[in-house]
């Protein structure tokens, strides 16, 4: 079971290289469970089928965080193994980040799946460098099944030296919660507490093409401004708030200058399925 999860390098170089994005699939002990309308193992089932139907193998398969339906049973990181069982028979990698959703203790019990750097022992972190880009999944868990996230000043600081050791190529960071400028609405926050923190790192690493996050389950690209880059707001693999918002995945096409990526929808008919957006690494 653990093998799903351990591959932390990402080997071989191809002209162009295929990545699958999901986020929120929120996955119960009960397959069967139905929220808001939609049975979410059975999405996630449908997803991975998806994944493996585009005809070209993945380099890899990052799922960004609430993987869990509320509140990180280890019997939902069992459930989520077992929706995901296709991939590690053909392979696949798969890597995670965690939500507000999560247990992060749970997860790696079940999972086997490691932080990629023991200085951050109380995170789950990965970093991946293949042929041709750098990916960086933080952990903004702070309190399970409390909407807020944090990334906290440790892990801060280390994407700060992450970002400075990487290999010199387009890089991709993947956090959970979206960021956010707390307080100015005068509502509680429910994403990233700490945004400022996290874009004034982001400002002073220009590799950085996009950071891309999940929690809201709501599919929306926003374009760079202001020395920040690409913002990218994957859509869930399990319900949202409304039928104009896509549910599905994300395929990611890196490929000389660029980044595509392309909605899967998991509503064929739905007006945003195949919409694509192009982030360029000039």
């Not at 351990?6 to 999901?22: I, P």
């Not at 690209?221 to 707001?233: H, S, T, Y």
């Not at 008919?269 to 690494?281: G, L, N, Q, T």
Request: hydrophobic share 40%; aromatic share 6%; with cysteine.
């Amino acid at each position: 079971m653990g093998s799903l999860w351990t591959w932390q390098g990402v080997a071989g170089e191809a002209k162009e290289e295929f990545w699958a994005l999901l986020s929120d699939p929120h996955i119960a002990a009960d397959e069967a469970l139905e929220s808001r309308g939609v049975v979410m193992a059975t999405n996630l089932r449908r997803t991975v089928k998806q994944v493996l139907g585009v005809g070209v193998k993945p380099h890899g398969v990052l799922i960004n965080g609430d993987c869990a339906f509320l509140d990180g049973q280890m019997e939902d990181y069992s459930q989520l193994l077992s929706c995901l069982k296709p991939l590690a028979e053909e392979r696949v990698q798969v890597h995670c980040g965690l939500g507000n959703h999560d247990d992060r203790g749970k997860f790696r019990a079940v999972s086997s799946q490691p932080g990629v750097d023991p200085v951050l022992a109380d995170k789950h972190v990965t970093v991946l460098s293949s042929a041709r880009v750098n990916w960086v999944l933080l952990d903004s868990l702070d309190v399970v099944n409390a909407p807020p996230g944090m990334l906290g000043g440790g892990q801060i600081r280390w994407l700060e030296r992450i970002l400075r050791e990487l290999p010199k190529k387009p890089t991709f960071v993947m956090v959970h919660h979206d960021p956010q400028s707390v307080g100015a609405d005068g509502k509680k926050p429910g994403g990233l507490k700490d945004t400022e923190e996290l874009l004034r790192v982001l400002k002073g690493a220009p590799q950085v093409k996009a950071l891309i996050y999940g929690h809201t389950h709501h599919w929306q690209v926003k374009e760079p401004k202001e020395g920040l880059p690409w913002m990218i707001n994957l859509p869930p693999v399990a319900y949202t708030s409304g039928p104009e918002r896509p549910s599905g995945w994300v395929e990611a096409r890196v490929m000389g200058d660029r980044l595509t990526l392309e909605l899967h929808s998991l509503n064929p008919d739905h007006p945003r399925h195949r919409e694509r957006v192009e982030v360029m690494f000039g």
